[in-house]
């Protein structure tokens, strides 16, 4: 149950169709503020007491309900999602909030928390991606009818998603070493992203910050950069309805649910509308998105899938396609290759749009030459006790006595904070991109065996040392992390899936609109 992804703001640009903006599914910000409850059992009568779901300690009330179901109806409207049925639509919400409310209670139980600063990262690397401003990235949300406040609290919810799905399900996911074998045997062209300094990476975005300032008379030549850009994978974008099988269930339960879904198969050859039918019938996650699950290339969706879809063209419709979770039905909306939009006509006052500058790509021809740092640091967190100013000077005491010949590793051993204390603060060989920038940065402008000034990171202050620098052909370990990600973006979802499973199991949830949720645990 996959929260829907602010970041389909800009998807829609990379087929090439009109701007499109996130429709927020329930499940985003459904029972964010709901009050606890205590601990008394409910009573038996449904609905007397206004409540319409209990999930652990948390109440979800009618009156949320009802303010959601207004939320979700206006925002399949827009879209030219049908609405089901009263009371399937009101299941399909609420069930939405429970999970939810699932997600937000794990996150707390794990002190997963996201600054405000976190949240206006997100907002501008949208707008980057967008080639335009934050600001008028506000005006194209609020002229879409979302509030801004409710935009940011969706990007909020969704980078909590985001990490709790790091954290339980992409580190847990096992890629072995012949799985990236077989993978590599057969994506010999597999593309690898050349890795960039923090100082490159600075650089591009200088220069694309430049071209966004330039007037008309660069129109021409944005619109005719985009137009060469290499096509790169073909995108599918996809939707689905499920028809779940309870795990365990006996042939009779299976043989059942197959026939649902081959009727509903039957009502789709007849020309009936599959996000209406997903939003009536559908037990995935994004029912009432009309059964959307994004837009990816081929390969990232799951084997299963891109079988199924491969030979389906734009509208076409699978037949039934039968998985551990169940039935499927899957229906290709759009399919077509990842190109740099081209600007549209901007205003006589106003300079075009320019597309965000992609990092180069590397496809096997020759070595791939890498610069590698050897570096140390000390570091000093920041805390309640330890104020930014404290911490700075810390390290520039200690900078004065490590330039008074006193031991850098010994120096860390004593007073860093980090896990690589023991060890000096020696980082070992370092390639481009695997610190934060601001850490880059600095390490950049070092010589061999200098020190840095204090240098400030999300992390807290460092001192950095060079120990040594290096070239060294990177080509087989990059192109073998390449495959690792790829291969666990194609198992993400099941295992999302399978960890949201486990999250329902072990809660308790009194869903007064389905006697067979009611104080389940």
């Known amino acids: 149950m996959m929260r829907h992804p602010a970041g389909m703001f800009f998807l829609a640009l990379v087929l090439g169709c009109s701007l499109a903006l996130p429709v927020a599914s329930a499940a985003q910000t459904g029972a964010a503020k709901t009050a606890k409850s205590g601990h008394a059992q409910p009573p038996a009568q449904q609905f007397v007491d206004g409540i319409a779901a209990i999930v652990n300690k948390q109440v979800i009330t009618l009156s949320q309900l009802a303010d959601k179901q207004v939320q979700v109806r206006q925002q399949m ?69 979302m509030d801004w406040d409710q935009y940011q609290s969706e990007i909020r919810t969704q980078i909590q998603d985001d990490r709790l799905r790091q954290r339980f399900v992409e580190d847990r996911i096992s890629v072995s070493d012949s799985d990236i074998d077989a993978f590599l045997q057969t994506h010999q062209d597999l593309a690898v992203p050349v890795p960039l300094t923090a100082g490159q990476q600075q650089q591009i975005q200088q220069q694309h910050e430049a071209q966004i300032r330039q007037q008309q008379e660069q129109q021409a030549a944005a619109a005719q950069r985009a137009a060469m850009a290499n096509a790169g994978p073909e995108l599918f974008e996809v939707a689905q309805i499920l028809i779940e099988v309870p795990d365990y269930a006996s042939n009779e339960v299976v043989a ?35 059964g959307k699950m994004g837009i990816r ?28 979770r169940g039935f499927h039905i899957l ?21 075009a749009p320019v597309p965000a500058p992609q990092p180069p790509v590397h496809t096997g021809a020759g070595p791939m030459m890498v610069t590698q740092t050897h570096a140390r640091h000390i570091l000093i967190k920041t805390d309640k006790v330890t104020s930014d100013e404290k911490a700075r000077a810390i390290l520039e005491g200690l900078r004065t006595r490590i330039e008074h010949g006193e031991s850098f590793a010994e120096l860390a051993k004593r007073y860093s904070q980090d896990a690589s204390a023991p060890k000096g603060g020696d980082l070992g060989w370092l390639n481009p991109g695997e610190t934060v920038p601001a850490f880059e940065l600095a390490m950049g402008h070092l010589q061999k065996g200098e020190v840095s000034e204090p240098v400030k990171t999300p992390f807290g202050w460092h001192l950095i040392q060079v120990e040594d620098r290096r070239s060294k052909n990177m080509e087989t370990e990059f192109r073998r992390i390449q495959a690792r990600r790829e291969l666990v973006q194609r198992r993400i979802g ?26 389940t645990r």
Request: charged content about 25%; proline content about 7%.
């Open 331 to 351: 229906k290709v909306l759009r399919r077509g290759y990842a190109q740099r939009p081209v600007p549209k006509k901007a205003p006589a006052q106003q300079p």
């Open 256 to 290: 059942q649910k197959r026939k649902e879904a081959e009727a509903i198969l039957r009502k789709l050859k007849s020309g009936a509308d599959f996000a209406g039918l997903a939003a009536a019938s559908s037990n995935g996650p994004q029912a009432l998105e009309g």
């Open 494 to 519: 099941p295992a999302y899936e399978d960890w949201l499973d486990q999250l329902r199991s072990q809660a308790y949830i009194d869903n007064r609109l389905d006697h067979t949720q009611s104080g």
């Open 77 to 145: 409207k827009a879209q030219n999602i049908p609405v089901p049925q009263e009371d399937v639509f009101k299941r399909q919400v609420l069930q939405q909030m429970i999970n939810a409310a699932l997600q937000d209670q794990e996150a707390a139980r794990v002190g997963v928390q996201v600054s405000g600063a976190q949240v206006q990262r997100a907002l501008q690397s949208i707008a980057q991606r967008n080639g335009i401003t934050v600001d008028q990235l506000k005006s194209e949300i609020v002229r879409s009818g």
């Open 297 to 324: 290339p081929l390969k990232d969706w799951p084997d299963l899938f891109a079988r199924t879809i491969k030979d389906i063209p734009p509208g076409g419709v699978s037949g039934v396609v039968q998985s551990g």
